[in-house]
């Protein structure tokens, strides 16, 4: 069975600091990786994936997410915050085989001025 | 073009009641899902359609009927609600295959009393 944890609850950061949100699968086969953003009241927003190739993945509003296939990771990071990256952040996990995603529980980011 | 909607996007019902909620998409996707967020579970699969007329179980279907007459459209009935049907109903959408990304509609948020 395939399952993601997000190790924190909580990631507090000021503005202009750099940002990362923990990730870690566990998968059968091959893992196709997914992050997703979730503004107050709003449905889930892509913002990048890992299929193949390069580790390092570049997404949607200067994030991006480091591939680490012997440490089973996917840390989604963005070198500069901002008070509006303040949401929750979902990673997500699918088998090569399968079309199921399994998302972990969620990180509340918050950025302070 | 709207992509995918969800109505009603707030719902109060009484324990016992049928309630059906609406997920529309526009993009002609194969794949739809229903999901329910919960706080401290993030989001678990109740049930998905790879096509018009073709539905599976998710994590925990219990409670709940789909059906998919059409490819656009992928209703969610709770047969006879109970409180702990409370949540967050998020359906989304993909094309067809696992490395494909999954489209989110902006939620229903349903209250059982």
């Known amino acids: 069975a395939q399952s993601v944890a997000q190790p924190e609850d909580q990631v507090n950061v000021a503005e202009g600091n750099p940002l990362t949100v923990k990730c870690t699968y566990s998968v059968s086969g091959n893992p196709y990786l997914f992050w997703y953003v979730q503004y107050p009241n709003r449905g889930l927003q892509f913002l990048l994936k890992y299929i193949t190739g390069d580790n390092l993945v570049k997404g949607s509003y200067g994030f991006e997410a480091e591939f680490n296939k012997s440490q089973t990771s996917f840390h989604l990071k963005k070198p500069s915050a901002l008070v509006s990256d303040s949401a929750l952040y979902f990673c997500?996990?699918?088998?090569?085989?399968?079309?199921?995603?399994?998302f972990g529980g969620g990180t509340r980011v918050l950025v302070k001025p | 073009d709207a992509g995918i909607t969800q109505s009603p996007r707030y719902k109060i019902t009484e324990t016992g009641r049928q309630v059906t909620l609406m997920c529309h998409q526009t993009?002609?996707?194969?794949?739809m899902f229903w999901y329910r967020q919960d706080l401290g579970h993030g989001l678990r699969l109740i049930y998905y359609s790879a096509a018009a007329d073709i539905t599976d179980k998710g994590e925990v279907p219990d409670g709940y009927v789909v059906s998919r007459s059409k490819t656009e459209n992928f209703p969610l009935t709770l047969e006879s609600a109970t409180r702990s049907q409370t949540s967050v109903y998020f359906c989304?959408?993909?094309?067809?295959?696992?490395?494909?990304?999954?489209?989110f509609g902006p939620g229903t948020r349903l209250t059982v009393l």
């Open positions: 993009w002609s996707h194969s794949y």
């Open positions: 989304a959408s993909s094309w067809a295959t696992s490395t494909d990304t999954q489209y």
């Open positions: 997500a996990v699918r088998e090569a085989a399968g079309n199921k995603l399994t």
